[in-house]
């Protein structure tokens, strides 16, 4: 073990981050180049856009959850999470290199539509991303003991990643999406690849930790369902949308699609109405993580709609840009988004969490974000207030990236973070399909597409609603 890291001083905090970032560029290349050469260069619709992006989600949902419960219980090439992180970068890479070849594939293997493939590159590299994104984070709560070291690991993965991510998206401005892609193919490969190897990962746990990992769990993945109660809606939707969309059926909302949401709403009523106490234990912890998944959940499908459908409403709103423009226009939105991600973490919300709580400042920065989508609901018409706006968003975009792993990394068993990183992921990747899918069908019927960023501060705000209502994690 190195210096730096039996001291945490901050190269090692640095270091340690430098997995996750990897991961949060190849996304970021992803957010920012995707759509654009979806509709661009295969002038491909609204809804077809949304299909490619339902792959992600679909490859999270096994991904991190099987990912997460085997990096638990092996340990091959000098870790636990080291060998996943490695395979996912190096596969990530190689993806960000065959998104600018879509035609080009599509057209050798024969096929007239690029959906397909577009489909199969998407997928690919969201399971890439997916099978590294969960040990990347999970690696940090490995390393680091519980309380402000763990939340300080977490924002210093923030502050490094969105600091890379402000790098994509100037690249992406300054000279187009392709040098982007390119760019991202290879800091992908290298940060993920090189930086694992100086960090040490325990092979033996803490005693009470063995202790209850020891314990054979039989029905884990019956007790992982009951983990996700306030997602239960979700779930049972993502089957449904995808069969219905695969199958050219329509996506308007019917009978199943108001038992989803009826189970949605009884899973977090559920949650809600059993008080989670102050002192910490096994029942009020599970309360608690069941509490974040149905806050994060709402956050994501949020912020998700944005990410997708940016790029619908800039057309709408201004249309007056070129192609080249608005590609531009979305780069430098997401710079500044990221941007103000990259600067918050570690100077300003990590001490103020030490202050006045994570959750608090959480739930204040959530609600901030908002108000920021009704901002550019109402006045974000010129490149200038979209910017304006998107540069108040990253508050909340620097808070949903940080601390909630840190809060509920102090709500489970660290002996398997894997796992619970897995199912929290699912507050993640199940929320994205249902704006890739439902709302995606929504927003491309709708005239006015400042509906997107109705949607977004609707999501934000029962996030918020949710957020206030759990406790602050006991050291």
């Known amino acids: 073990m190195l210096d730096i890291q039996k001291k945490l001083s901050p190269a090692f905090y640095a270091i340690l981050s430098l997995p996750s970032t990897a991961m949060g560029f190849a996304l970021s290349v992803q957010i920012s180049a995707l759509s654009w050469i979806l509709s661009t260069q295969y002038n491909l619709a609204i809804h077809e856009i949304g299909l490619v992006w339902a792959a992600g989600p679909i490859a999270g949902i096994f991904g991190q959850v099987i990912v997460g419960m085997i990096s638990d219980e092996v340990w091959f090439w000098g870790g636990r999470r080291r060998p996943f992180i490695l395979i996912g970068g190096t596969l990530s890479a190689l993806m960000l290199l065959a998104l600018p070849f879509i035609g080009v594939i599509s057209r050798g293997l024969g096929f007239e539509s690029v959906v397909g493939i577009a489909i199969l590159i998407a997928l690919t590299l969201d399971l890439s991303i997916n099978i590294s994104f969960n040990p990347t984070r999970s690696i940090i709560a490995d390393v680091t003991p519980s309380g402000n070291e763990r939340t300080k690991g977490y924002t210093w993965m923030q502050t490094i990643s969105g600091t890379f991510g402000v790098g994509a998206y100037a690249i992406g401005a300054i000279w187009g999406n392709y040098a982007l892609i390119y760019a991202g193919a290879i800091i992908v490969f290298l940060i993920s690849f090189i930086p694992i190897w100086f960090i040490k990962e325990p092979e033996k746990l803490s005693e009470k930790e063995e202790v209850l990992s020891a314990t054979p769990d039989k029905n884990k993945w019956i007790s992982a369902l009951f983990s996700i109660k306030p997602l239960w809606g979700f779930l049972a939707y993502a089957p449904l949308g995808m069969f219905k969309k695969l199958s050219g059926q329509s996506l308007s909302p019917g009978i199943l699609e108001l038992a989803c949401l009826l189970l949605t709403i009884y899973g977090i009523f559920q949650v809600l109405k059993q008080p989670e106490s102050e002192v910490a234990n096994s029942r009020s912890n599970e309360i608690g993580f069941q509490r974040i998944l149905a806050a994060h959940a709402f956050t994501w499908m949020g912020i998700q709609t944005m990410f997708i459908y940016m790029f619908a409403f800039i057309q709408n709103k201004m249309s007056f840009l070129s192609e080249n423009d608005l590609g531009r226009v979305i780069s430098l939105s997401f710079l500044l988004l990221n941007a103000v991600a990259a600067i918050l973490p570690a100077i300003f919300l990590q ?64 002996g398997k973070m894997g796992k619970y990183m897995g199912l929290f992921n699912l507050s993640v990747v199940l929320p994205q399909l249902v704006s890739s899918l439902i709302i995606g069908e929504f927003i491309s019927q709708a005239e006015n597409k400042g509906i997107i960023f109705l949607i977004c501060s609707a999501c934000l705000g029962i996030s918020a609603i949710i957020w206030s209502s759990v406790k602050e994690p006991v050291k």
């Open 351 to 414: 001490p103020l969490s030490e202050k006045w709580g994570k959750v608090n400042i959480h739930l204040l920065s959530i609600t901030t974000m908002s108000l920021g989508y009704l901002g550019i609901y109402f006045w974000g018409n010129s490149p200038f207030n979209l910017y304006i706006m998107m540069s108040i968003l990253g508050i909340g975009w620097a808070a949903t990236v940080s601390l909630p792993f840190a809060i509920m990394s102090q709500k489970v068993e660290q």
